[in-house]
Nanobody
Framework: QVQLVESGGGLVQAGGSLRLSCAAS????????MGWYRQAPGKQRKLVATITTGGSTTFADSVKGRFTISRDNAKNTVALQMNSLKPEDTAVYYCNAWVNGMNYWGKGTLVTVSS
């Protein structure tokens, strides 16, 4: 079984920064795309950023220029650096990864940005 465990969420003031981390563990033979999604209260879960094994990235328009995503293929980890945070970034952030051809989700970590 594969698990994704997020860390790094919390409360931050607008304009501040947070770094989220996600570690994949278990019987891992191959990890393809890793990424982050978020779900604000009362809204659907949406893509934030993804990164391929080779380092190609995609970002939601709302976070371009403020968030960066990185991964360590040797450690099976992915990180999301969030800068210039806004109250509208408040959400539960979920790690996602394609592992051994199957899609997995973490349990989520809450990010709250106060104005």
């Amino acid at each position: 079984q594969v698990q994704l465990v997020e860390s790094g969420g919390g409360l931050v003031q607008a304009g501040g920064s947070l770094r989220l981390s996600c570690a994949a563990s278990g019987s891992i033979f191959n990890i393809n795309v890793m990424g982050w999604y978020r779900q604000a209260p009362g809204k659907q879960r949406k893509l934030v950023a993804t990164i391929t094994t080779g380092g190609s990235t995609t970002f939601a328009d709302s976070v371009k220029g403020r968030f960066t995503i990185s991964r360590d293929n040797a450690k099976n980890t992915v990180a999301l650096q969030m800068n210039s945070l806004k109250p509208e970034d408040t959400a539960v952030y979920y790690c996602n990864a394609w592992v051994n051809g199957m899609n997995y989700w973490g349990k989520g970590t809450l990010v709250t940005v106060s104005s």
